[in-house]
């Protein structure tokens, strides 16, 4: 059985730490690229990073680039996304999502339709 399981999330205030976790389960790990995004009440679902797990490449959204970090633990076959300076725009609700393209992914970043599994999410919410 597939599993994308995310952790990590709570209340933090501006300017704050988080690291969620995406721990997965039943498939190939290496084979695939793990993705970040997020939903915030009333807004679409927004990517906002990629690992690659074969060669550990990495991308990143504007919206979080120089304050997001995501790394593997290829071992424990878990992503983690560090999030420094958090703002209340970073409210959300944040999945993680697993590719079995990850080629496509320089060309297709974002696209849902590259990515076969999702996990079932965790919140985050920044309070000001």
């Known amino acids: 059985e597939v599993q994308l399981v995310e952790s990590g999330g709570g209340l933090v205030q501006a300017g704050g730490s988080l690291r969620l976790s995406c721990a997965a389960s039943g498939f190939t790990f290496g084979d695939y690229a793990i993705g970040w995004f997020r939903q915030a009440a009333g807004k679409e679902r927004e990517g906002i990073s990629y690992?690659?797990?074969?060669?550990?490449?990495?991308y990143y959204a504007d919206s979080v680039k120089g304050r997001f970090t995501i790394s593997s633990d290829n071992a424990k076959n878990t992503v983690y996304l560090q999030m420094n300076s958090l703002k209340s725009a970073d409210t959300a609700t944040y999945y993680c999502a697993a590719s079995n393209v990850p080629w496509l992914l320089r060309i297709w970043r974002f696209n849902s339709g590259g990515y076969r599994y999702w996990g079932q999410g965790t919140q985050v919410t920044v309070s000001s």
């Open positions: 690992i690659i797990i074969s060669d550990g490449s990495t």
